[in-house]
């Protein structure tokens, strides 16, 4: 007797939402938001909204092409293996095809509404993602997050451009901040989680040089990382306020990157310490770039010499 297939129920939107990463979005939302609303000159609050869509559901497509090439690594980490794909619940010819309609949709929006620079660095963003870094440089070197940094950095400065139309000084400061502080950040994570990608054969920097050189390298990007930060003010980009945050800031950032690179892990660690980083590298570039906005705020409305 022949027993009837069961076929697996389709995708509800919840997988296909939880495809766009949507806590990574959050950050490339805002990161966007404020270097649009930090950048000199105008746009119309329609436009503005249009730019930012483009932002986030570029960035969404670009995590959905992502977890469709990784979806077997995904399946063998403790942390991914609950998403749509490892987890069964969605065929991985609808997260790429999702991924490709999000990505190009993005980037045709972005050019007749924004313009074509806007609309050449998201879409460059987006290969850089999901190319670059997802199928090149990740499986290959222990330098993946460093290079591929560079894929979250980007929104800051479509932001910008999205107002401005073109590039300058100020918004490659941005992009250099988000892509000094995308290393002390993901490598805070990657020394806590590292068996997971021990066990998929990732070449992460704690698996491959393992944690002392990892955490020498926090330091080091933690030490670079702060001059940068202030930099916007010391061009005259920004105001005192911005600048006296981002010193405050980078120097609380580097207190605890210190605590991390200079300590001795021992087996059964907690790793608290790398938690706090971690913890605290996301709340810094939220604070940071908040400020970006106060600073501009304070200027327009002649609260700065």
């Given at each position: ?10 995708a509800?939107?919840r997988?296909?939402?939880?495809l ?9 939302i805002?990161t ?8 000199p000159?105008?746009?119309?609050p329609v436009l503005a ?9 570029g960035a969404?497509?670009s995590a959905?092409?992502?977890?469709w090439w ?5 399946r063998?980490m403790?942390r ?6 490892p987890a069964?619940?969605m065929d991985?010819?609808?997260a790429?095809?999702f ?9 045709m ?8 620079l806007?609309?050449?660095?998201l879409?460059f963003?987006?290969f850089?993602?999901?190319w670059?870094?997802?199928v090149?440089l990740?499986p290959r070197?222990p ?7 560079g894929?979250?950095a ?6 910008w451009v999205?107002?401005?139309g ?6 490659v ?15 805070a ?6 068996t997971?990608?021990a066990?998929?054969?990732?070449p992460?920097?704690p698996?491959v040089a ?9 330091l080091i ?6 001059p940068?930060?202030?930099a916007?003010?010391l061009?005259?980009?920004t105001g ?7 010193l405050v ?22 790793m608290?310490p ?6 605290f590298?996301?709340l810094?570039?939220f604070a ?8 501009r705020?304070?200027?327009?409305q002649?609260w700065?010499a």
């Amino acid at each position: 007797m022949k027993h009837a297939t069961t076929l697996p129920l389709p995708a509800d939107w919840r997988d296909f939402f939880a495809l766009t990463k949507p806590r990574v979005m959050t950050l490339v939302i805002f990161t966007g938001l404020c270097g649009m609303l930090a950048a000199p000159g105008t746009i119309h609050p329609v436009l503005a909204f249009t730019a930012i869509l483009c932002i986030a559901v570029g960035a969404g497509g670009s995590a959905a092409l992502n977890q469709w090439w990784e979806a077997d690594l995904d399946r063998g980490m403790k942390r991914t293996r609950n998403r749509p794909l490892p987890a069964g619940r969605m065929d991985r010819e609808s997260a790429r095809d999702f991924g490709f309609a999000l990505a190009g949709a993005s980037v045709m929006v972005m050019g007749v509404a924004i313009g074509w620079l806007a609309a050449a660095i998201l879409a460059f963003s987006i290969f850089y993602y999901a190319w670059i870094y997802t199928v090149w440089l990740k499986p290959r070197t222990p330098q993946n997050i460093v290079i591929g940094g560079g894929a979250g950095a980007f929104p800051p400065l479509i932001g910008w451009v999205a107002v401005t139309g073109h590039i300058t000084l100020m918004p490659v400061l941005l992009f250099l901040i988000i892509f000094f502080w995308t290393p002390p950040h993901f490598w805070a994570l990657a020394l806590y989680v590292q068996t997971d990608y021990a066990k998929v054969g990732i070449p992460m920097m704690p698996v491959v040089a393992g944690e002392r050189s990892t955490r020498r390298q926090i330091l080091i990007y933690a030490v670079l990382l702060l001059p940068l930060a202030v930099a916007p003010a010391l061009i005259g980009g920004t105001g005192r306020i911005y600048g006296l945050s981002a010193l405050v800031l980078s120097l609380a950032f580097l207190a605890l990157a210190v605590r991390v690179g200079l300590r001795q892990s021992v087996p059964g660690d907690t790793m608290k310490p790398e938690k706090r980083l971690f913890a605290f590298s996301i709340l810094y570039l939220f604070a940071l770039f908040a400020m970006l906005v106060v600073d501009r705020f304070a200027t327009l409305q002649g609260w700065q010499a």
